[in-house]
């Protein structure tokens, strides 16, 4: 009894840092190897799924040198490297300490699994623990953070996880009975899934922001009440559903079906469907989850070796069994997590990729034998229930939004407008530092400011809610309009009211990224003025004249006579044929009197691709572009009186 409920506990722990290895490595791939989609596509994507491949000799690793030293050996490596992690300077030192981590954690489950044949308890108290752990921290990993709070709470992790490992694993110990392979097996497309929507905290919030139902600001995402209850709701209904035992035929039906509705609603990339999407591949995930629970809880004697009866440290057929499918599942994981957002740069559909990995979860539910000992003690206890619920509510509250701001008593007679691609938060180094970012934003003193590539969960660049982030620290309430889907897109943060908004999203000409162009409406103090952000994308080999001359016809209508701002990444240079789209239209670069101004790459800036244009009448002033490295884009500044 002892010894499962620490595998329990082991298992769970983690989950929990290899979590927090994978929310390194899956971005240090893209920004670091992938150097911004500059290696080619089937380069990274190999160099990613290598090291999974690789994983696939754990289990005969394991089987030939026994669980509990393979098991010890690879949890100190993952542990070293999480923690080396934080100190990392980033760039290639990041890069491999995170493949080796990655590494490591692949090698451990496989141990693990020699050992435990019933995952699950540990499985939903891992995931759950990191979901409301990342709402605790409003998103931004421990690993980033630093400072002595970070350091404490990461060495805490990490020790109990390493101090759960050998009591976890007995030189004797068997396997908590039965095969349980089948629950091994969807580890990887249970955590594909997790970290996409259904235990993603950022991606709760985002669903909570999006506005309906407003004719001024549907389908725009603005900084979220706290009574809106999607985060409370999705951790809830996940352990309610991995609690809940209705009856069987009831079950197969019910949750697989919940899950593969959810992960077709989310695939659709309606803003509108988000936090249905949320909620019901929360309560079909753990629905699947208790219906493949069916191993005994009780020891069994491993497989005999030969004619005798000494216990087989290496865990048995059936241990290297699991091993093969925990590993063969988490390569499931990383080709889900390729397939998906390297669709964003090829340009083919991606919304089969959590349906198929939600169907592959709801298939081995429904083919699930029933318990082998019935009834089974729950996976976890029912207190976990109002107590992550409370947590997760908790960090909502730690994390309140900033309050909307008052209209200025008189209008000011000019304001300072800061346009910045800030590549999802990630510096030239490849690091997540918010703060770098605030000060890089900060320097100009804006009044306004217009993002591009901005990124509110994916998966892909570690889950964070880089806008509520970096608008928390600027106190700065936003404006979100989703591009490429709900959780990536631009945004404009203002120090004045938001009376309005629309968005237009863009047809694609030929390109791979979804773009679209954000109007909004600022009330000034008894004057408006009309801003709009975007993000061209160009197609392949060609220039966006296309979705420019878009834009700039949507710009003049929505401003109609007022003050117009229009900024952001153009993807253009002055003297292209998509810069000239702008101008025709009668809009003035705001940015003249300083070019030559490169913006990119901020290192060694030498295109002009980040504008300002605005209409006659406001007369720009300081332009620049200040240098630093927390993007790969230099910031564009300028300060605009207003006629």
């Known amino acids: 009894m002892r010894h499962r409920h620490l595998r329990t506990a082991a298992l769970a722990l983690g989950v929990v840092v290899l979590l927090d290895v994978l929310r390194v490595w899956l971005p ?198 706290r009574l809106a209850a999607v985060p409370e709701a999705a951790i809830g209904l996940f352990l309610v559903a991995v609690l809940l035992r209705p009856p069987r035929p009831v079950a197969r039906v019910l949750w697989p079906a919940a899950l593969v509705v959810g992960a077709g609603l989310f695939a659709t990339d309606r803003a509108g469907w988000l936090a249905a999407a949320v909620l019901l591949t929360a309560a079909g995930l753990g629905g699947c989850l208790a219906l493949v629970d069916t191993v005994a809880d009780r020891t069994e004697s491993l497989t005999p070796r030969g004619s005798g009866t000494e216990p087989d440290p290496g865990g048995g057929h059936g241990g290297r069994r699991r091993g093969f499918a925990v590993v063969g599942g988490m390569l499931g994981f990383a080709v889900g997590a390729v397939a998906y957002y390297a669709a964003y740069d090829l340009g083919y559909p991606n919304g089969w990729v959590p349906v198929l990995a939600a169907l592959v979860v709801a298939v081995a539910a429904v083919l699930a034998p029933p318990s082998v000992a019935a009834p089974l003690r729950p996976p976890v206890p029912v207190w976990t229930v109002p107590g992550a619920m409370l947590l997760t509510a908790v960090g909502g509250g730690i994390h309140r939004p900033v309050p909307a701001p008052e209209p200025p008593a008189t209008p000011p007679a000019a304001v300072r407008v800061v346009a910045y691609n800030i590549r999802m938060g990630f510096g030239l180094d490849g690091r997540l530092d918010l703060d770098a970012l605030t000060r890089a934003v900060n320097g100009s003193r804006p009044d306004v400011v217009l993002l591009s590539e901005v990124d509110r969960g994916w998966l892909l660049n570690g889950g964070h809610d880089t806008l509520a982030l970096l608008a928390g620290r600027l106190r700065m309430p936003y404006v979100f309009a989703p591009a490429a889907d709900p959780v990536w897109g631009d945004a ?152």
């Open 28 to 225: 240090s791939i893209i920004t670091i190897f992938g150097r911004a989609a500059e290696t080619p596509a089937e380069l990274l994507g190999a160099f990613a799924l290598g090291w999974f491949v690789l994983a696939l000799a754990a289990p005969v690793l394991v089987r030939r040198v026994g669980p509990r030293p393979v098991g010890v050996v690879a949890a100190g490596v993952l542990a070293a490297t999480r923690l080396a992690l934080t100190a990392a300077p980033g760039g290639r030192i990041q890069l491999w300490l995170a493949c080796a981590g990655l590494l490591a954690g692949l090698v451990w489950l496989a141990a693990a699994a020699a050992t435990v044949a019933r995952p699950v308890p540990g499985l939903a108290y891992g995931l759950t623990g990191a979901a409301v752990g990342h709402a605790l921290l409003g998103t931004e990993d421990l690993v980033w953070r630093g400072g002595v709070l970070g350091w404490v709470l990461s060495v805490l992790l990490v020790g109990a996880f390493l101090a759960a490992q050998p009591a976890a694993s007995p030189p004797a110990a068997a396997p908590d009975g039965g095969e349980g392979g089948a629950a091994w097996l969807l580890v990887g497309p249970v955590l594909l899934l997790a970290g996409q929507s259904a235990l993603a905290p950022a991606v709760w919030d985002a669903a909570a922001s999006y506005r309906h139902g407003s004719a001024d600001l549907s389908g725009l995402a603005l900084p979220p009440a």
């Open 492 to 643: 404009v943060l203002s120090r004045f009211p938001v009376r309005a908004g629309r968005t237009l999203p863009l047809a694609a000409h030929g390109a791979p990224t979804g773009a679209q162009a954000l109007g909004v409406t600022l009330d000034l103090g008894g004057r408006e003025l009309a801003v709009v952000a975007t993000h061209l994308q160009p197609p392949p080999g060609q220039g966006p004249v296309a979705q420019a001359g878009e834009v700039a016809a949507f710009a003049t209508r929505y401003a109609a006579g007022r003050p117009l701002v229009l900024g952001g990444d153009l993807n253009t240079e002055p003297g292209d044929a998509a810069f000239a789209e702008f101008t025709r239209a009668g809009l003035v670069d705001a940015l003249a009197a300083a070019r030559p101004l490169p913006t990119s790459p901020a290192d060694d800036p030498r295109t002009q691709i980040d504008h300002v244009f605005v209409t006659p009448g406001v007369t720009p002033s300081g332009a620049a572009a200040p240098r630093g490295t927390a993007s790969d884009h230099l910031p564009v500044a300028v300060t605009l009186a207003l006629p």
